[in-house]
Structure formats: structure tokens, C-alpha cells
């Protein structure tokens, strides 16, 4: 009798965020989901109050709360403001790389 095999949980693998620093090199930053995890209902609430910039104030909290990697932060703080603000929206957006952004 052949063994009748069951299909496997089909988990998508998270995909860490990538960007390129002001000295051009690839650098990661943590997944958004476990800075989120330690955030509270008052910050959510702070930034939903505060419209745009409550939300990119909350992108910048979520982020100190994963503990990035102190030359990846580094690199992110030594781009110029406009590049910065795109690489933490991206960030935020790509939440844990399975197409769930922080918002979702």
C-alpha cells in the first residue's frame, strides 16, 4: 500500500527589508512586525490623531522599537531627508514581506 503523504503548511518566508545606504552598500532593517509588538494602543492612537505626521512619527518609533543594527540606522539617519522618508515608508510598507503592510 503506498503512503499517502499530506501537503505541507505553505508558510510564505518573510522577507527582510533591504536598502541602500548613503555609502551605497545594502543594508537590513529589522522586520516592522517586532518593533509593532511592542508598541501600545496609545501610540496607534497618537498617530491616528496626528494624521501624516503622526504616522511617519509612528514609522520612526516602530523602527527604534525593532533595535535596527547600529551602522544600518547609521546609514538610514546619513541619507538626505527625501531619500530617508522613502526608504522608512518603504519599510512600513513592506511590513514582514508578505504584502501585509504596518497598517494591514
Known sequence: MSEIKQ???RKTKTK??????ADGESYT?????????KMS??????A???GEVGQVQYLFKVLMAT???EDALAELRALKQD?????IKAWGEHGDGDGASLGK
Open 16 to 21: 527582510a527589508f533591504e536598502f541602500t545606504g
Open 48 to 50: 491616528a490623531l496626528a
Open 83 to 87: 531619500k530617508m522618508l522613502d526608504v
Open 41 to 46: 494602543g496609545g501610540d496607534l492612537m497618537d
Open 7 to 9: 501537503p505541507q503548511d
Open 67 to 69: 533595535d535596527p543594527e
Open 29 to 37: 532593517l529589522p522586520l516592522a512586525s517586532t518593533g509593532v509588538e
